[in-house]
């Protein structure tokens, strides 16, 4: 099957800097793809290659199968992108910015008006559509955003860290359209620095940092880097001396260690094998105070292919 998204070895440095490194990913027809990587990372770069806005120093990239180098009006034809600044005029409502960027797609009379009216249903904005888009708050703005993209009904939508700086309500419609925009057969690229984002919509993630690609995979090919083990910290009102000898023999316990007071133990699964814990310390009229349970998760892959967080 021919990729979406097809990328391959993009490079793009600004002076000295070497902003994107030989960066290669492909995203399949109908895929969630998510490029996952601190500020700084070279996500917004490298969509800005695949978008037009900046030109490749190196390497090529495909959308539907249209060269952004050697064919970028049809690859632009194929793509919509959602970028992080607000691209739509204050003074204008939300329906009048629709029109307005309906009209630079090439639509016309009644399919405009159509289009329009699905996408204001699409982004939730239909009751509020004739109020100006400058009295609207950071998420309903990045909402319109949103809908301007998707007037054309591109194949390809690429959202660039769309939910930043707004407020719970708005980031939770934003990735429900996401997710019912990929349910409806469309391909997204979504950059993000929020792991629980590409967690909750991905099919595929890469993680990127200093501009490299530095893993990728389905999420539990990624988790599967650390080992899927969750880390429990626990305080007891006993020596820890004490107890961990007990705790080392519960089965599904692979390790566990005393660092600055506390007990940390590596389980296979907290669920099951926290219970056991407490059952062992009891037979032993220990009694635990204090649990902090840390699943698996992205923050864990990043901090492990790369020594720092993923959110400094």
Same mark, same amino acid.
């Given at each position: 099957? /021919?990729q979406?998204?097809?990328v391959?070895?993009?490079?793009?440095?600004?002076? #000295?800097?070497?902003?994107?490194?030989?960066?290669?990913?492909s995203?399949a027809?109908?895929?969630v793809?998510?490029?996952?990587?601190?500020?700084g990372?070279?996500?917004?770069? *490298?969509i800005s290659?695949?978008?037009?806005?900046l030109?490749?120093?190196?390497?090529?990239?495909?959308?539907?199968g249209?060269?952004?180098?050697?064919?970028p009006?049809?690859?632009?034809?194929?793509?919509?992108?959602?970028?992080?600044?607000?691209?739509?005029y204050?003074?204008l409502?939300?329906?009048?910015?629709?029109?307005?960027?309906?009209?630079?797609?090439?639509?016309?009379?009644?399919?405009?008006k159509?289009?329009?009216?699905?996408?204001?249903?699409?982004?939730?904005?239909? #009751?509020?559509?004739?109020?100006?888009?400058?009295?609207?708050? +950071?998420?309903?703005?990045?909402?319109?955003?949103? +809908?301007?993209?998707?007037?054309?009904?591109?194949?390809? &939508?690429i959202?660039?860290?769309? %939910?930043?700086?707004?407020?719970?309500q708005? @980031? @939770?419609?934003?990735? #429900?359209?996401v997710?019912?925009?990929n349910?409806? +057969?469309? *391909?997204v690229?979504?950059?993000?620095?929020?792991?629980?984002e590409?967690?909750?919509?991905?099919?595929?993630?890469?993680?990127?940092d200093?501009?490299?690609?530095?893993?990728q995979?389905?999420?539990?090919?990624? &988790?599967?880097?650390?080992g899927?083990? /969750? @880390? &429990?910290?626990?305080?007891?009102?006993?020596?820890?001396? *004490?107890?961990?000898?007990?705790?080392?023999?519960?089965?599904?316990?692979?390790?566990? #260690?005393k660092?600055?007071?506390?007990?940390s133990?590596l389980?296979?699964?907290?669920? &099951?094998?926290?219970?056991?814990?407490?059952?062992a310390?009891s037979?032993?009229?220990a009694?635990? %105070?204090?649990?902090?349970?840390?699943?698996?998760?992205?923050?864990?892959?990043?901090?492990?292919? *790369?020594g720092?967080?993923?959110?400094?």
């Amino acid at each position: 099957m /021919a990729q979406a998204i097809d990328v391959q070895s993009l490079r793009r440095s600004f002076g #000295d800097l070497l902003a994107v490194q030989n960066v290669s990913f492909s995203a399949a027809p109908g895929e969630v793809f998510s490029l996952l990587g601190p500020n700084g990372a070279g996500k917004s770069t *490298t969509i800005s290659m695949l978008a037009g806005l900046l030109e490749p120093h190196a390497g090529q990239a495909f959308i539907m199968g249209h060269s952004i180098i050697q064919a970028p009006e049809a690859a632009k034809a194929s793509l919509g992108v959602v970028p992080q600044d607000i691209a739509l005029y204050p003074d204008l409502s939300a329906r009048e910015n629709l029109v307005f960027w309906g009209k630079m797609y090439g639509l016309r009379g009644p399919a405009l008006k159509t289009r329009v009216d699905e996408v204001l249903e699409i982004i939730g904005l239909a #009751d509020r559509q004739k109020e100006a888009v400058g009295k609207y708050s +950071g998420g309903m703005k990045r909402r319109v955003n949103i +809908g301007a993209a998707l007037l054309h009904k591109p194949a390809v &939508i690429i959202m660039d860290e769309p %939910t930043v700086g707004i407020d719970p309500q708005s @980031r @939770r419609h934003i990735l #429900d359209s996401v997710k019912q925009l990929n349910a409806q +057969g469309m *391909t997204v690229l979504y950059t993000t620095h929020y792991m629980e984002e590409a967690e909750e919509l991905s099919h595929r993630i890469a993680i990127m940092d200093q501009g490299k690609i530095v893993a990728q995979g389905t999420y539990k090919e990624l &988790i599967q880097l650390v080992g899927e083990q /969750a @880390r &429990i910290d626990l305080h007891v009102n006993v020596d820890a001396e *004490t107890i961990i000898p007990a705790w080392k023999q519960v089965e599904g316990v692979s390790q566990v #260690d005393k660092s600055d007071g506390q007990i940390s133990a590596l389980v296979s699964d907290s669920n &099951i094998v926290l219970p056991r814990m407490f059952e062992a310390a009891s037979h032993l009229n220990a009694r635990i %105070t204090g649990v902090e349970i840390r699943e698996p998760n992205l923050e864990a892959v990043f901090l492990h292919l *790369t020594g720092r967080a993923l959110r400094d």
